[in-house]
C-alpha cells in the first residue's frame, strides 16, 4: 500500500470531536500554560528561597519520566499519562485493567491477576508484551530486551505512581522496539519530608494485601523504602483440592546525596535496589468446550504440580548534573538479574497433543487420554504417562546510558533538544526439563525415569544505541523530529549440539511528528516513523528483523476542563515477525524459535474525551470523573504463506491477525462528593481470532465479545484513614479470555475487596 494510501486512511477517519458538557479532569500538563492553576495547598513561589525551590522541583518529579518536557497536549504524537489518582480509583494489582481506557492500547488476558500481562500497542502484537518497549523509571525491564524480551517479569503496579504510555514518532526515543510505542512505569520518587503510610486490603480467595512506604529527606540527603506483599489462593478450582493461588513479594529502596540546591553546578546521586519473587501456582492448559460451559473455574488433576517460581532483583545508580538553566546531563548504571523455573503439563509420552484432546474429548482415543488428564482414569500404558516440562531460565540485562538535555533558543524558534547514548548487555540462559508421571487415584506419581533435558542454550546481546531528538516549537508549531541507531551484536551457543552461531546487525530508525495549534484549544498533529524490532540470537539465517512504516495523523482538543483525541494510525510491515513460545501454543523444541510474517497492514482509529463535570449548583464539591476511550483495528497479511507458527498456520492474503478485537472500548466513570467517590469501569472487546484468519470465524477459534464492569468506593476519614471497597467482574460474567496454548482459558469470576489505608 502506497504512502498516500495510508495517509487517506489516516485522514478520512478524522472528524473534530464535539466537546461539549460532561468530561474528566485532565492531567495538569494538558492544560494550556497560561490557564494553568497552582494546587491550592503549595506555597506560592514567592515565598520559598532557592534552595527551598529546588528541593520542591525535584520532589515533584517523582521518578523518571519518558514524555516529552512540557506541556502534552501539544506534543506531536499520541501519549497518555495514567497518574496517581487513577490508578487509586480501583486499587487494580492487574496492569490489563489499569490500562483499559488507553487508545490504542490492547491486552490478551491469561491467569486473571495479570501475573503474565500480554500487551500491545496499534496491533504490534500482544504475546508477553515482547513488541514493545517497557520501562520502569526509563529503564529497560524486559528480563532480557534484546536476547528474550518476552516479560515474564513485571513490576508490581500497586507500588507505581504513575504510568506513562508513548506511540508515534516520540517512542523512537526508547528503543529497541519501536512499531507500536513504551509503557514506563514510574515508580515513587523520594518525598520533600518525612512520610509513612500503609495500606492493607482483604478480599474473596483468602486475598490480601499489605503495603508500607516510608521516607524522609534533609536538604542535601533523602532515603526511600517501600514494601509490598500479595496473596491469593486463585479462583480456579483444581479436581484435586490443589492449590491454585499466588504469593508476590516486592521491596524497593532508594538512597540520594546532592550538593547544595541553590548552587550553579547541581550534583545528585540515587542509589536504587530492589527485590521481588513470586510463587504462582498457575498453569497454561485450559479446558474443553463443554467444561468450560459447566464449570469455567476448573482445572484438570493432570496441571496439580504446575508452578512458576521466580525471583528478581534489580540495582541502578544514577548520577544527575544541571548547569544551571542550560543543561542537564543524567547518567544511569543499571543491572538486573532474573530467574525463572516454570513447571508445567506439557503433553502425554505418546505424542498425543492436548490441544487434540481438549478439541474431542469423548471421541476415540481421545477419551482415554481425557480420563487421565482429569484423573477420573489412571495411567495404564506408557503412552498414557503424563510429561511435565521445568523451563529454567536465568537473565541477565545491565547496562549504562546517559541522556543529555538543553533548551535553546534560534531567533524565532525554541529548542528542546536531547541526545542519548546506551551501552547495553544482556543474556538469557536456558534449560528445559522434562519428567514422566503416571496418574493414579487422582495424584500424579513421579515415576523411575531420569530426568531428561531438552535445550540447553545461551543466548548473548550487546547493543550500543543513540539517539538524537529534538522538540522546535515556532509560533502555533511544534515538531519533534530525530532518530535512533542501533549496532547489536549477537552469540547463541547450543550446549547439547555443541554449536555457536555469531551475527551483527545496525538500523537507523528515524521519526518525526508536528502538531499545529489552529485556535488557544484546538490542533492537528500528524507524524511518521520506522518501526523496527531485533531478531533474537540464534535464529535461523533467514529471519529477518521486523520493520514497518507507520504514520498518524490527528486532532486534538484540550482546555483546563475536557481533552478529547481523534487519530488515525496505519503501520505498513515490510516484514511482520513471531516468536514461538509454549504460551502460544508452540511445542518446547520449537520455543524461542523466530518466523517471518512478509508483508502486513494494521490500521485504525483511536478516540479519547476524558474531563470532570463540576456539578457545585447541586452541592458543594460535587463533581462527575469521566473518561471514555475507543480504538478500531484493521489487519490483514498482504500475501498467502505457510507458516510453522501456530498462531498463523496457512495464511491466505487479507487474513487478519490473531487476538486483534476489532473493537475496543474502555470507559471509567462516577460521583465524587467532598471526601467520597464511587466509580465504576467497563471494558467491551469484540470477538477476536485464535488463528489468521478471514470471514465467519469457526466456533473452535472464536475468543467470543465480552463486557466486564468494576465499581469501587472510597471514603477519606481525614487523620482516621481512608476506606475502599473494590468489585471486580462485577456481573460475574464468565468469559474466554484465551485458547492459546492448550483449551479454553477463563477471565476472573466476582471478586470483592476491602481496604484501609492511612498516610503520615
Known amino acids: 500500500m502506497s504512502l498516500s494510501s495510508h495517509l487517506a486512511v489516516c485522514f478520512s477517519a478524522l472528524t473534530i470531536l464535539a466537546a461539549r458538557g460532561a468530561i474528566a479532569q485532565p492531567a495538569a500538563a494538558d492544560i494550556p500554560a497560561d490557564e494553568a492553576v497552582e494546587p491550592s495547598e503549595a506555597p506560592a513561589a514567592s515565598d520559598l528561597s532557592d534552595a527551598d525551590r529546588k528541593l520542591l522541583a525535584d520532589a515533584l518529579k517523582e521518578g523518571e519520566t519518558i514524555l516529552v518536557e512540557g506541556d502534552d497536549s501539544v506534543q506531536p504524537g499520541s501519549a497518555h499519562t495514567i497518574d496517581e489518582e487513577a490508578l487509586e480509583r480501583f486499587e487494580s494489582d492487574d496492569i490489563h485493567r489499569i490500562l483499559r481506557t488507553v487508545p490504542?492500547?490492547?491486552?490478551?488476558?491469561?491467569?486473571?491477576?495479570?501475573?503474565?500481562?500480554?500487551?500491545?500497542?496499534?496491533?504490534?502484537?500482544?504475546?508477553?508484551?515482547?513488541?514493545?518497549?517497557?520501562?520502569?523509571?526509563?529503564?529497560?525491564?524486559?528480563?532480557?530486551?534484546?536476547?528474550?524480551?518476552?516479560?515474564?517479569?513485571?513490576?508490581?503496579?500497586?507500588?507505581?505512581?504513575?504510568?506513562?504510555?508513548?506511540?508515534?514518532?516520540?517512542?523512537?526515543?526508547?528503543?529497541?522496539?519501536?512499531?507500536?510505542?513504551?509503557?514506563?512505569?514510574?515508580?515513587?520518587?523520594?518525598?520533600?519530608?518525612?512520610?509513612?503510610?500503609?495500606?492493607?486490603?482483604?478480599?474473596?480467595?483468602?486475598?490480601?494485601?499489605?503495603?508500607?512506604?516510608?521516607?524522609?529527606?534533609?536538604?542535601?540527603?533523602?532515603?526511600?523504602?517501600?514494601?509490598?506483599?500479595?496473596?491469593?489462593?486463585?479462583?480456579?478450582?483444581?479436581?484435586?483440592?490443589?492449590?491454585?493461588?499466588?504469593?508476590?513479594?516486592?521491596?524497593?529502596?532508594?538512597?540520594?546525596?546532592?550538593?547544595?540546591?541553590?548552587?550553579?553546578?547541581?550534583?545528585?546521586?540515587?542509589?536504587?535496589?530492589?527485590?521481588?519473587?513470586?510463587?504462582?501456582?498457575?498453569?497454561?492448559?485450559?479446558?474443553?468446550?463443554?467444561?468450560?460451559?459447566?464449570?469455567?473455574?476448573?482445572?484438570?488433576?493432570?496441571?496439580?504440580?504446575?508452578?512458576?517460581?521466580?525471583?528478581?532483583?534489580?540495582?541502578?545508580?544514577?548520577?544527575?548534573?544541571?548547569?544551571?538553566?542550560?543543561?542537564?546531563?543524567?547518567?544511569?548504571?543499571?543491572?538486573?538479574?532474573?530467574?525463572?523455573?516454570?513447571?508445567?503439563?506439557?503433553?502425554?509420552?505418546?505424542?498425543?497433543?492436548?490441544?487434540?484432546?481438549?478439541?474431542?474429548?469423548?471421541?476415540?482415543?481421545?477419551?482415554?487420554?481425557?480420563?487421565?488428564?482429569?484423573?477420573?482414569?489412571?495411567?495404564?500404558?506408557?503412552?498414557e504417562k503424563i510429561e511435565l516440562g521445568t523451563n529454567a531460565r536465568s537473565f541477565v540485562s545491565q547496562g549504562l546510558q546517559s541522556v543529555l538535555h538543553t533548551n535553546r533558543v534560534t531567533g524565532a524558534v525554541h529548542h528542546n533538544l536531547s541526545f542519548g547514548v546506551r551501552l547495553h548487555l544482556d543474556n538469557a540462559n536456558r534449560q528445559t526439563l522434562r519428567d514422566t508421571y503416571s496418574m493414579m487415584s487422582n495424584a500424579l506419581v513421579r515415576d523411575d525415569s531420569e530426568t531428561f533435558l531438552d535445550q540447553d542454550t545461551t543466548g548473548e546481546a550487546r547493543a550500543w544505541a543513540v539517539f538524537v531528538q529534538d522538540t522546535l516549537q515556532w509560533k502555533k508549531l511544534t515538531v519533534t523530529a530525530g532518530f535512533r541507531g542501533e549496532a547489536v551484536s549477537t552469540r547463541f551457543e547450543d550446549h547439547l549440539a555443541g554449536t555457536e552461531q555469531t551475527d551483527f546487525f545496525s538500523v537507523l530508525i528515524p521519526g518525526a511528528g508536528a502538531f499545529y495549534a489552529l485556535s488557544k484549544h484546538l490542533g492537528v498533529l500528524a507524524g511518521v516513523h520506522r518501526g523496527f524490532v531485533p531478531v533474537a540470537p540464534g535464529q535461523d539465517p533467514g529471519v529477518k528483523p521486523e520493520t514497518s512504516t507507520n504514520y498518524e495523523a490527528g486532532v486534538r482538543y484540550g482546555n483546563h476542563v475536557v481533552r478529547a483525541e481523534l487519530i488515525g494510525f496505519a503501520n505498513d510491515y515490510q516484514n511482520l515477525k513471531a516468536t514461538c513460545s509454549f504460551s502460544s501454543g508452540c511445542t518446547p523444541d520449537m520455543a524461542t524459535d523466530e518466523y517471518n510474517g512478509e508483508g502486513a497492514f494494521v490500521g485504525g482509529i483511536e478516540a479519547m474525551i476524558a474531563g470532570e463535570v463540576p456539578l457545585t449548583k447541586l452541592a458543594a464539591e460535587l463533581s462527575i470523573p469521566l473518561i471514555v476511550s475507543y480504538t478500531l483495528n484493521r489487519s490483514s497479511f498482504d500475501e498467502s504463506f505457510s507458516s510453522e507458527n501456530p498462531q498463523w498456520g496457512d495464511v491466505e492474503q487479507g487474513d487478519e491477525l490473531p487476538y486483534l478485537a476489532r473493537h475496543n472500548i474502555g470507559a471509567e466513570a462516577g460521583i465524587r462528593w467532598k471526601k467520597f467517590e464511587f466509580a465504576s469501569a467497563v471494558r467491551y472487546l469484540s470477538e477476536m481470532r485464535d488463528v489468521a484468519g478471514q470471514g465467519a470465524i469457526a466456533e473452535n477459534e472464536r475468543i467470543e465479545s465480552s463486557a466486564v464492569i468494576d465499581l469501587s468506593l472510597h471514603a477519606d476519614f481525614g487523620a482516621w484513614g481512608h476506606l475502599y471497597s473494590t468489585v471486580d467482574n462485577v456481573l460475574g460474567s464468565r468469559y474466554i479470555v484465551s485458547r492459546r496454548p492448550t483449551g479454553v482459558r477463563p477471565g476472573k469470576p466476582r471478586i470483592v475487596i476491602v481496604g484501609y489505608k492511612n498516610h503520615w
Open 104 to 383: 490504542g492500547v490492547y491486552m490478551r488476558e491469561e491467569d486473571g491477576y495479570g501475573l503474565r500481562p500480554n500487551i500491545g500497542i496499534r496491533g504490534s502484537g500482544s504475546e508477553r508484551s515482547s513488541k514493545i518497549a517497557l520501562l520502569e523509571d526509563g529503564i529497560l525491564i524486559a528480563p532480557a530486551p534484546y536476547s528474550a524480551p518476552a516479560a515474564y517479569y513485571f513490576p508490581l503496579v500497586t507500588r507505581m505512581q504513575r504510568i506513562e504510555v508513548v506511540k508515534g514518532a516520540a517512542a523512537v526515543r526508547h528503543g529497541p522496539n519501536t512499531v507500536g510505542g513504551a509503557i514506563n512505569l514510574v515508580g515513587h520518587g523520594i518525598p520533600l519530608e518525612r512520610v509513612a503510610s500503609i495500606d492493607l486490603a482483604t478480599g474473596i480467595d483468602r486475598y490480601g494485601k499489605m503495603h508500607v512506604q516510608l521516607g524522609d529527606r534533609g536538604k542535601y540527603w533523602g532515603v526511600w523504602l517501600e514494601g509490598v506483599k500479595l496473596h491469593s489462593d486463585g479462583f480456579k478450582v483444581l479436581d484435586n483440592g490443589g492449590n491454585t493461588g499466588f504469593d508476590k513479594n516486592d521491596v524497593v529502596a532508594r538512597a540520594r546525596v546532592n550538593s547544595h540546591p541553590d548552587r550553579a553546578v547541581y550534583n545528585q546521586l540515587t542509589l536504587s535496589a530492589g527485590y521481588s519473587d513470586e510463587v504462582s501456582n498457575e498453569t497454561y492448559t485450559g479446558l474443553a468446550d463443554e467444561d468450560f460451559d459447566a464449570t469455567p473455574d476448573r482445572r484438570y488433576s493432570a496441571t496439580q504440580l504446575d508452578r512458576m517460581d521466580w525471583d528478581h532483583y534489580q540495582f541502578s545508580l544514577k548520577h544527575e548534573l544541571e548547569l544551571g538553566d542550560a543543561w542537564d546531563l543524567e547518567t544511569t548504571l543499571y543491572h538486573h538479574r532474573f530467574r525463572r523455573d516454570w513447571r508445567k503439563l506439557t503433553g502425554f509420552a505418546g505424542g498425543r497433543p492436548i490441544a487434540d484432546i481438549l478439541a474431542a474429548p469423548n471421541s476415540g482415543l481421545n477419551s482415554i487420554f481425557y480420563r487421565v488428564l482429569t484423573g477420573e482414569g489412571d495411567t495404564a500404558s506408557e503412552a
